[in-house]
């Protein structure tokens, strides 16, 4: 069993940054992969980005078009912690972000089917 928490969410003005941090248990969680993903209000959920190990030390990162160039993913395998770094946030990035794990990737992580553990989710919401 995986647990995780997201924290770091809040209210913001557009144009500034946020970083989100999700904390896994787990004693192999240098070989997660780790999903973020967000919900914004009447919305379904959606891919935002994923961290994966691609060979020894060195991981691989893709995001969503929507995201690609503000937002980056980062992790401290020490700490069993994931980061979302997000830049110059939009309006549109308001959403409840949500962390997941893959602890056997199984499939694509882009796909949300993939992940079998999810965190609680935090509230990020920017204002224009």
Do not use: H
Not at 23 to 52: C, D, H, I, L
């Amino acid at each position: 069993q995986v647990q995780l928490e997201e924290s770091g969410g809040g209210l913001v003005q557009a144009g500034t940054s946020l970083r989100l941090s999700c904390a896994a248990s787990g004693r192999t969680f240098s070989n997660y992969n780790m999903g973020w993903f967000r919900q914004a209000p009447g919305k379904e959920r959606e891919f935002v980005g994923y961290n994966s190990r691609s060979g020894g030390a060195t991981y691989y990162a893709d995001y969503a078009d929507s995201v690609k160039g503000r937002f980056s993913i980062s992790r401290d395998n020490a700490k069993n912690t994931v980061y979302l770094r997000m830049n110059s946030l939009k309006p549109e990035d308001t959403a409840v972000y949500y962390c997941a794990a893959d602890p056997f990737r199984a499939g694509s992580p882009r796909d949300q089917a993939t992940y079998n553990y999810w965190g609680r989710g935090t509230q990020v919401t920017v204002s224009s």
